[in-house]
């Protein structure tokens, strides 16, 4: 039975320090004689508040224990970059010289948190709070408990301009806008939107749409190269499927639809039209491991290995590229998403045979389409193209290549010349052109990035409709790919082009003048 309480005590409680107290202030002591009257009543109410508030906390200690702790995380005491001269290595995440391409290492490491990472000192970055075992959400800044799954190796190098203040620091830094994120949150929101009940996406998504504003339009089929699309701008945002956050089940559905449906010996393709084949499974294959790289998920460490083998195993024996079914004879369109898919591989860990590396980069130069290597084909033999040198480009960056080397100056100027001159909307160029440039750190990335940057934000959608945060892709004009690859593709691909500022660290590290 409860008991009511009794009026008089709470009366006590209530009333009888107001009258002790005004005694007190009645007949003020000779030490507080020099103070004035307000001055006095000030002080006292002060010590009173802060007494009170000490028996509070000591008393609430036992209960408040169990609580997460929260923390304001100090600001970086300087800007998160590579760590080695860009005279020294065409790599930001080891100081050794090699012959060998430095991203995409040879030697299998058996702690994959210790592969090309930075020497970051995450207690003098980040303060003493944050200690091995501590789980860290990216979106309240909590440090709580083992059982919270966002591992500390979220916070590390390669990955870690995605999180925190890193990644607000080089937003501001590389050139990104208050608009430019909030066109990244709205796409994110967008393809979040269109998730399919399963956990997986389509390129025809319509189905999923709810209201007016996304016109129907058959594209290419592949549900797998759109599960990988919707995925890898939320874990380029920074987002992971264990760790609290807005896309945390939408992430966990998707990737748990990769892994899922994958074959025995690797493959993601769960079918489709046949020349996207290993175009999907590369671009499912880059979010398997950067899921596992963000998050140490020991769970997702053999399927990616298995998707990173079924791509040493589709590789031309002959010229050591890739086309659209496994062990084809290679364009540099399919071969570029084969390398992005074995370098995020190997920033999160996982082995890449040499012989791998070694065919590949005798594809690249049989893809050059001059003596310089400045400028590639989209397939041995044939003319130069300007997307594909971009896309070619990249990867000679990630291969070793210096910042300086002519070929790559007189690549990448090229490059930059061409975009700042076309009026033609070409995504799957810009995507690739603006990684590359964006290595580069020099004139050129600036005039660039501000075009597309606000290009792209322009382009977005807004409104109140279905497509809200998405790109259309035939309009305000047409994508060069929005035909083939649609609404979904695009707007992946914009989404990322704006994520260039955090999602990987520039490789080169530019001396200060």
């Known amino acids: 039975m ?82 080695v001269d860009a005279d020294v290595s065409g790599d930001p995440f080891t100081k050794n010289q090699t012959d060998s391409p430095p991203s995409f290492s040879i030697d299998p490491v058996a702690d994959s948190t210790a592969l090309n990472q930075p020497e970051l000192d995450l207690a003098a970055k980040f303060g003493d709070t944050i200690h091995e075992g501590a789980a860290l959400d990216p979106a309240t800044t909590r440090i709580g408990s083992k059982d919270q799954s966002a591992a500390l190796a979220a916070l590390v190098a390669p990955f870690s301009g995605r999180q925190l203040a890193m990644k607000a620091r080089l937003v501001r830094r590389e050139g990104g806008t208050v608009a430019s994120e909030r066109a990244v949150s709205l796409g994110l929101d967008w393809i979040a939107r ?91 294959t880059i979010a398997l491991c950067e899921a596992y790289g963000l998050t140490r998920d020991a769970s997702l460490k053999e399927p990616a290995t298995r998707a990173i ?81 971009a896309e070619a480009l990249l990867i000679r960056q990630y291969a070793g290549w210096q910042r300086d080397l002519p070929a790559l100056a007189e690549g990448s100027r090229n490059i930059f010349n061409d975009l700042m001159r076309s009026d033609q909307r070409n995504i799957y160029y810009w995507y690739y052109a603006t990684q590359m440039l964006h290595n580069m750190q020099d004139d050129t990335w600036k005039a660039w990035n501000e075009k597309v940057r606000d290009l792209l934000v322009d382009m977005q959608t807004t409104g109140t409709g279905c497509d809200r945060g998405s790109f259309h892709p035939l309009a305000p004009n047409a994508d060069q790919w929005g035909g083939a690859g649609g609404r979904l593709f695009v707007t992946s691909l914009s989404i990322l082009t704006l994520e260039v500022y955090y999602r990987y660290l520039p490789i080169y590290q530019v001396p200060q003048k």
């Open 2 to 83: 409860n008991r009511k309480r009794d009026p008089r005590l709470l009366r006590a409680i209530l009333v009888r320090p107001r009258r002790i107290l005004g005694r007190w202030e009645r007949s003020d002591p000779a030490w507080l004689a020099w103070a004035p009257t307000w001055g006095a009543s000030l002080l006292i109410h002060g010590v009173l508040t802060i007494v009170m508030a000490v028996l509070i906390l000591v008393g609430s200690s036992n209960w408040n224990s169990k609580l997460a702790i929260e923390t304001t995380l100090p600001k970086l005491d300087q800007d998160v970059t590579s760590i």
């Open 309 to 389: 083998r079924f791509i040493v195993n589709a590789q031309n024996p002959g010229d050591g590229g890739w086309r659209y079914q496994p062990r084809q004879s290679g364009d540099t369109s399919v071969f570029g998403w084969q390398m992005m898919a074995l370098r995020s591989g190997r920033l999160a860990g996982l082995p890449v045979p040499k012989s791998t590396l070694k065919g590949a980069m005798i594809y690249l130069e049989r893809a050059a389409t001059n003596k310089t290597r400045a400028n590639y084909a989209y397939q041995p033999g044939q003319a130069a193209s300007r997307v594909m040198t």
């Open 194 to 284: 269109h998730q399919r009940a399963d956990g997986g996406w389509s390129l025809n998504y319509h189905q999923q749409c709810r209201g007016s504003g996304c016109p129907p339009q058959s594209v290419e089929d592949s549900d797998t190269a759109a599960t990988g699309l919707a995925l890898l701008p939320m874990l380029g945002a920074g987002h992971a499927h264990n760790a609290p956050g807005l896309y945390q089940k939408t992430i966990r559905d998707g990737v748990d639809w990769l892994v899922h449906r994958q074959k025995p010996d690797g493959d993601l393709f769960v079918g489709g039209a046949q020349n996207t084949h290993m175009y999907s499974h590369a671009i499912a």
